[in-house]
């Protein structure tokens, strides 16, 4: 939690959070991840100073745990002073203790942003899926928030001016925009008429562009006339080689496949897993992960 210190900003962790956003669809599968078509309603988790603060966060909590269908995990709000956001015990279930920020006491309407990455938590425990080390579990858990539905909270909890900051999670504020903009684009959603800081719309907008420029990189026949240009060269020059060939700073390569055409590998936009197609031209692919169809100029 950032409370009066620097922010990070940019996409330094954007590998890992292609990387999360894969792993989501490969445990849970597509079926899965259209159960959460709509995010968590700004009103069901809305809370005002007029609320009782522990019978409040309760009732944030269940809510959480109705939209991640947990319906058998009963979470125990409590508040302490600790350096981070929030903590919470991941034990057996079905009762789980959460720890919130002192903080938190005097800034209710976060509450349901850290509740919603706390309880994220749970949820990936009981799927078994994680990854080695804190910094890239956290990573994970704020994604997986995100592209489920809850995880507009986390951007919105986002304020920054000359004079104070604060940023729950551990992904930057761009970060969290471009997540909530790969679900915006998925679901036909716009996350932007819920938040009630002006600095996480500016950064949903760049978290947007970086989206969207996923689905303009060749072979996609949205890519822009530079990407085709140098696209067609590398393309020549893998023909003229015969052998494997991978270029810096683009995301496709090539590969010879026995006797046959020269395939193309590239990343799905939607869920980055990786889709290899013949080189002959425009041809339509379907990721087997996300079942997107993709329109190629290869």
Known sequence: MANGGPVEHGFPH???VRDAITALYKRLSYDTIRTF??????ADVAF???DDL???AQRVARELVR???LPDARLIVGFREMEHAANIELAAGPEYFVELNDRFRTHRRDIGAALAHEIMHVYLHRLDLSFPGTRDNEILTDTATTYLGAGWLLLDAYREDSASSQKLGYLTPEEFGYVLAKRALVFDE????WFTSPQAYEAYNRGMAKARHDGQQPPLTAAGWAGRRRYARDRRHAQDQHAPASHPGVPYSFSPDGRGPLRVSFPCPTCHQRIRVPVRGRVRA????????????T
Do not use: F, N, Q
């Open 14 to 16: 954007l590998a890992k």
């Open 37 to 42: 078509s709509s995010s968590v309603a700004p």
């Open 48 to 50: 005002v100073d007029t």
């Open 54 to 56: 522990y019978l409040g």
């Open 67 to 69: 939209h991640y269908r």
């Open 190 to 193: 716009d996350p932007s008429i």
């Open 286 to 297: 379907r990721c087997g992960l996300c079942r997107t169809v993709l329109e190629c100029d």
